[in-house]
């Protein structure tokens, strides 16, 4: 599973030893230094694994995997593992005085199954790319614990707000992680605590974990045509949900469960953005919905429809959600 060392703050790779534990999992041995109480101080490593965290002292810690490399929070010094899949619940960070809301970056996904699968008719009114940019309307700057912000950051007053509408919580007490990447089960988890949790019949997927804490979300949110999954069995909910899944998620809820008007994607035109035709055809009128509505832009001239939504543009979009409808 492990590759190499690539990187460490400082001077500091001659205290990092590299291990086996008795499940195969791989460790590494962190020796203690005095730039843990000076500075913020990361770890690289390659890791071949689809998806993978690190748990230090039985506890996840803030973590990004990506191009076969994964990178984490060098707390202090002792033992760090990285174990395949997303954490179970007893491995979250504990969050004083607010609900957990557990918030992974895990595999990349399959799309779900396409609840309109025709692409429409090219459309009318043009909608050029933007920028990812603050709601428009956000509220004061909160004091927030995480010190990996700051309130020059433009989805700062996002963060703020899912926050304090206890929607996500951060990665430690102290980090919350705007860039790494959000799961499946995170997300819809999100939207059925902003329901008040309704109880659900069985979860038709197999790979929902009987007692996860997203399984009566997924429950619900299939029964309710939120979600289809990658299969009629399968639903993944550890792999890092796309731009575009999110996209169809939230358009679903939108137009399924709560009854809204989406007609705003309806003469909107994206196909001005260099990767349109990239976009999956389930997905297509979900992006048209999410730009029309202002709730997603682009980056330049490209909307990333495979592109894994960060933490802050999960943040973001929700708040510019929640404030439309």
Same mark, same amino acid.
């Given at each position: &599973?492990?590759?190499?060392?690539? #990187? ?7 205290? @990092?030893? *590299? ?9 590494? $041995?962190? %020796? ?7 500075? $913020? @101080? ?9 998806? #993978?965290?690190?748990?230090? =002292?039985?506890?996840?810690? =803030? ?19 990285? $174990? ?39 459309? @009318?009114?043009?909608?050029?790319? =933007?920028? +990812? ?9 909160? +004091? ?6 700051? +309130?020059?950051?433009? *989805? ?11 929607? &996500? ?6 980090? *919350?992680?705007?860039?790494? #990447? ?5 997300? @819809? ?5 902003? +329901?008040? &949790? ?23 949110? %299939? ?23 999110? #996209? ?35 997905? *297509? ?10 709730? /997603? ?6 909307? /990333? ?6 933490? %802050? ?13």
């Amino acid at each position: &599973m492990l590759l190499s060392c690539t #990187a460490l703050a400082g001077d500091f790779n001659a205290g @990092v030893v *590299f291990d086996t534990d008795s499940n195969g999992n791989t460790t590494i $041995k962190v %020796a203690d230094s005095d730039l843990f109480d000076t500075r $913020k @101080v990361t770890l690289t490593v390659g890791c071949d694994l689809e998806s #993978a965290y690190v748990v230090y =002292e039985g506890k996840a810690v =803030e973590s990004t995997l990506a191009d076969g490399k994964i990178t984490f929070v060098v707390i202090g010094g002792g033992l760090y593992t990285i $174990k395949e899949g997303a954490p179970s619940e007893d491995e979250l960070p504990d969050e004083p005085d607010t609900p957990d809301t557990p918030d992974t970056p895990d595999t990349p996904d399959t799309p779900d199954t396409p609840d309109e699968p025709q692409r429409p008719d090219r459309p @009318v009114k043009p909608v050029g790319p =933007e920028k +990812e940019e603050p709601s428009e309307e956000k509220p004061q700057p909160a +004091e927030l614990p995480f010190t990996d912000l700051t +309130e020059a950051d433009w *989805f700062h007053g996002d963060v703020a707000w899912v926050y304090e509408n206890s929607l &996500m919580n951060g990665l430690t007490s102290t980090t *919350f992680g705007p860039g790494a #990447a959000t799961s499946r089960g995170m997300i @819809v988890t999100i939207l059925w605590r902003l +329901e008040g &949790m309704p109880t659900a019949g069985a979860c038709p997927f197999a790979d929902v974990t009987a007692g996860s804490y997203y399984e009566q979300a997924i429950a619900w949110a %299939a029964e309710n045509q939120i979600v289809t999954g990658v299969s009629a069995t399968a639903f993944q909910p550890n792999a890092n949900i796309t731009r575009e899944q999110f #996209a169809a998620i939230l358009y679903r809820y939108a137009k399924n469960y709560k009854g809204y008007d989406v007609s705003a994607g309806e003469d909107t035109n994206i196909l001005s953005y260099s990767d349109a035709f990239s976009i999956s055809d389930y997905a *297509f009128p979900a992006l048209q919905w999410a730009c029309g509505a202002g709730l /997603m832009n682009g980056s330049g001239d490209a909307l /990333m429809p495979d592109g894994f939504a960060t933490r %802050a543009q999960a943040a973001a979009l929700l708040h510019r959600f929640c404030q439309t409808y």
